[in-house]
Antibody, heavy 120, light 109 residues
């Protein structure tokens, strides 16, 4: 079955760079049409889409955050990595990775999420 | 890209129907038939309930239905049950990016 799991630091200091890893199983990013995204949710607030990567290494980013985000993949390890630079307290959120349904534009499987707190 | 507009809250009694609206623009909701809806219980990850405006993934009860007219999409839940109480988010593809709604809290009275 399809599973995704996020990992990374629970606490980062302001101005630091955050690196999160999404490790998945049940599918391969080498499959045609396969894509993975990162989405975040500040405590008590709405979901916000961040970035997407596909089999061909095409990368899309949120317009408002694109200068701070980098998404990459390691197909052999079934992992997708997100880095976000210059972290601030407003970036405190639960970060989710999610698979995009192969033939559509929706997120059919989600990880459990990982809470990242930005504080000195 | 601005967030899609959803009512902050809706409520209904068991057995009743409720509809949650999601208003965007011609660049997102109105421009693509790629509206999806997610249910999120407290402390849990979102769950896909509707995709491609009106399609239900396997395992989602047919009490959940979706539609779209112009720049506004809607999620209707009929025969409300206690377990439907959750936050609901709409999402639209917007051409190389995605935009979510602000979320609607559904209370089952």
């Amino acid at each position: 079955q399809v599973t995704l799991k996020e990992s990374g630091p629970a606490l980062v200091k302001p101005t630091q760079t955050l690196t999160l890893t999404c490790t998945f199983s049940g599918f391969s990013l080498s499959t045609s049409g396969m894509r993975v995204s990162w989405i975040r949710q500040p405590p008590g607030k709405a979901l916000e889409w961040l970035a997407r990567i596909n089999r061909d290494d095409d990368k899309f980013y949120s317009t408002s955050l694109k200068t701070r985000l980098t998404i990459s993949k390691d197909t052999s390890k079934n992992q997708v990595v997100l880095t976000m630079t210059n972290m601030d307290s407003v970036d405190t959120a639960t970060y989710y990775c999610a698979r995009i349904r192969t033939t559509g534009m929706d997120f059919d499987y989600w990880g459990q999420g990982t809470l990242v707190t930005v504080s000195s | 890209q601005s967030a899609l507009t959803q009512p902050r809250s809706v409520s209904g009694s068991p057995g009743q129907s409720v509809t949650i609206s999601c208003t965007g623009t011609s660049s997102d909701v109105g421009g693509y038939n790629y509206v999806s809806w997610y249910q999120q219980h407290p402390g849990k990850a979102p769950k896909l309930m509707i995709y491609d405006v009106s399609k239900r993934p396997s395992g989602v009860p047919d009490r959940f239905s979706g539609s779209k007219s112009g720049n506004t999409a809607s999620l209707t839940i009929s025969g409300l049950q206690a377990e439907d109480e959750a936050d609901y988010y709409c999402c639209s593809y917007a051409g190389s990016n995605w935009v979510f709604g602000g979320g609607t809290k559904l209370t089952v009275l």
